[in-house]
Every structure is written in C-alpha cells, then in structure tokens.
T-cell receptor
Framework: AQSVTQLDSQVPVFEEAPVELRCNYSSSVSVYLFWYVQYPNQGLQLLLKYLSGSTLVKGINGFEAEFNKSQTSFHLRKPSVHISDTAEYFCAVFSGNTGKLIFGQGTTLQVKP | ETGVTQSPTHLIKTRGQQVTLRCSSQSGHNTVSWYQQALGQGPQFIFQYYREEENGRGNFPPRFSGLQFPNYSSELNVNALELDDSALYLC?????????FGPGTRLTVL
C-alpha cells in the first residue's frame, strides 16, 4: 500500500531564510508525486509535481523539490521565504491503480518577520 | 478557462440530517474525485467518478454516496450526518494524472 509521511508538523522560519519541508513516501510501483499549498480557508493549489524525467522539479512561487528514489523522499525547498509563504503544505502520491491522491498529514510553515 | 467550483461554501447541519454538496469540474475534465479534510489533517479520498460511474472508493461508509452528470459535474450526498462528518469537503477534477481542486465546502454538523 502507498503512504506518505511528512516528517515535520510545524516549521517556523524567519523571513528570507531558506526552508526545507520533508516528505517520505512508500510505494511498490512507479510514483507520481505532488506538493500542494493550502492557505487559510481555501482549497489546495498545486505547487509542483514529479511525473518522470529530471529529479529536480521547479514549481511556482520559487519552490523546488527533488525526487530521490533510493531514499523514497520528495523534499520541498525554497532558498528565501516570504511572509506570504505562511500556509499549510501537503505532499501527496498518486495511486494509478485507484486514481486517488494519498496525502501526508501536512506541514505548517510559519514565516516570521 | 473556468476552474473547479463548489457550492455551497459553508453549510451547517444537525446530526441525522442529510446534505448534498455540488461540484462543477474544469472544462474538458471527465473525472471527478471527492476528498474529506478534517481539521488539522490531510485530505482523505472518498470516491471518484469517471464518465458517470463510480471508479474507486476510499474507506467511507455507504451513507456517503455520489453522482456524476453528463456534463461531468458531480454531487456528494451524506445521509444520517454524524458530528465527525464536520470537515472541509474538496472536489477535484482530473487531467493527465493531475488533479485540480475546488475551494471546498465547509460542513459543520451540530
């Protein structure tokens, strides 16, 4: 069975500092991996996705993630965060067999001035 | 291009009542999935519809049911509401293994 573990429930960081949000997955088949952001009282917005090809994926708002098959990880990074990046971030794996996304529990990114 | 829309945005019901939530998929997307997001949790897959047929179901009881219409819009129905059904309900339409989410419906069960 596929699963996703987000290793940090909360990540506090100062503005303009770099940040990494960690995600590990388990899957016995080829995976499609996603990061979504959720701002308060809103739905999910896609940040980036890995379907195939280059393991370094660039997304919106300056975020990037690296797919590491040997470590079964898909960590999200940003070199310099802004106050506006404060939100909930979800890592997800797509199950091709069932057509569903399996989400992690989420990581709250708190950017402080 | 119109994105995924959901209605209503907020809803308050009491235990035992029934509720219907609605979703309009993005133009050209024939697959719709529904997710339940409890407070402080990640979304959980409820079920998926493809061309008006249920195409996969998560670990939810039968009182959660759905429909998809010929225009690919969809409904989520929940009967005999329980307090634990209070959550944000998200609809997503799919294209090329990517799911596009609507803003959600916040359901509160009192």
């Amino acid at each position: 069975a596929q699963s996703v573990t987000q290793l940090d429930s909360q990540v506090p960081v100062f503005e303009e500092a770099p940040v990494e949000l960690r995600c590990n997955y388990s899957s016995s088949v080829s995976v499609y991996l996603f990061w979504y952001v959720q701002y308060p009282n809103q739905g999910l917005q896609l940040l980036l996705k890995y379907l195939s090809g280059s393991t370094l994926v660039k997304g919106i708002n300056g975020f990037e993630a690296e797919f590491n098959k040997s470590q079964t990880s898909f960590h999200l990074r940003k070199p310099s965060v802004h106050i506006s990046d404060t939100a909930e971030y979800f890592c997800a794996v797509f199950s091709g067999n069932t057509g569903k996304l399996i989400f992690g529990q989420g990581t709250t990114l708190q950017v402080k001035p | 291009e119109t994105g995924v829309t959901q209605s209503p945005t907020h809803l308050i019901k009491t235990r035992g009542q029934q509720v219907t939530l609605r979703c309009s998929s993005q133009s050209g997307h024939n697959t719709v999935s529904w997710y339940q997001q409890a407070l402080g949790q990640g979304p959980q897959f409820i079920f998926q519809y493809y061309r008006e047929e249920e195409n996969g179901r998560g670990n939810f009881p039968p009182r959660f049911s759905g429909l998809q219409f010929p225009n690919y819009s969809s409904e989520l129905n929940v009967n005999a509401l329980e307090l634990d059904d209070s959550a944000l309900y998200l609809c997503a339409s799919s294209h090329n293994n990517e799911q596009f989410f609507g803003p959600g419906t916040r359901l509160t069960v009192l």
